[in-house]
Nanobody
Framework: QVQLVESGGGLAQPGGSLRLSCAAS????????MSWARQAPGKGLEWVSG????????YYADSVKGRFTISRDNAKNTLYLQMNSLKPEDTALYYC???????????????WGQGTQVTVSS
C-alpha cells in the first residue's frame, strides 16, 4: 500500500534552517509529481511547493519563494524540502502529498503523509 512518511521537523529559531524528508513506498515514486503542503494552527491547508516526477520543474507559493527548495531523489524514493530563513509564520504541520500524474496537472492529491511539525520560535 502507498505510504508517505515525513520526518525532519522540529524547533528552529527565526532565520534558521530545517530539511524535511518524505520517504515514499508502495508505488513507482519516479512516475508521479509530489508536493508539500502545510497547515498552521487555526488555519486552512496551504500548498507550499510542487515538483514534477523527474524533477525537471518546481513551483513555490509566494510565501516561501526564495527561501524553500523542493527536491527529490528518485533512486531513494524520497522527497525533500530545504527550508532556510525560517520565520515564525512558517510554523505549521507539514505534509507531503502524491499527485495522481507526473506533472502536477491534477488539482488534487491521492495520498498524504501524516505530517511533521515545524515550529519557528526564539
Amino acid at each position: 500500500q502507498v505510504q508517505l512518511v515525513e520526518s525532519g521537523g522540529g524547533l528552529a529559531q527565526p532565520g534558521g534552517s530545517l530539511r524535511l524528508s518524505c520517504a515514499a513506498s508502495g508505488f513507482t515514486f519516479s512516475s508521479y509529481a509530489m508536493s508539500w503542503a502545510r497547515q498552521a494552527p487555526g488555519k486552512g491547508l496551504e500548498w507550499v511547493s510542487g515538483i514534477y516526477s523527474d524533477g525537471s520543474d518546481t513551483y513555490y507559493a509566494d510565501s516561501v519563494k526564495g527561501r524553500f527548495t523542493i527536491s527529490r531523489d528518485n533512486a531513494k524514493n524520497t522527497l525533500y524540502l530545504q527550508m532556510n530563513s525560517l520565520k515564525p509564520e512558517d510554523t505549521a504541520l507539514y505534509y507531503c502529498a502524491k499527485s495522481p500524474d507526473p506533472t502536477l496537472t491534477h488539482p488534487e492529491y491521492d495520498y498524504w503523509g501524516q505530517g511533521t511539525q515545524v515550529t519557528v520560535s526564539s
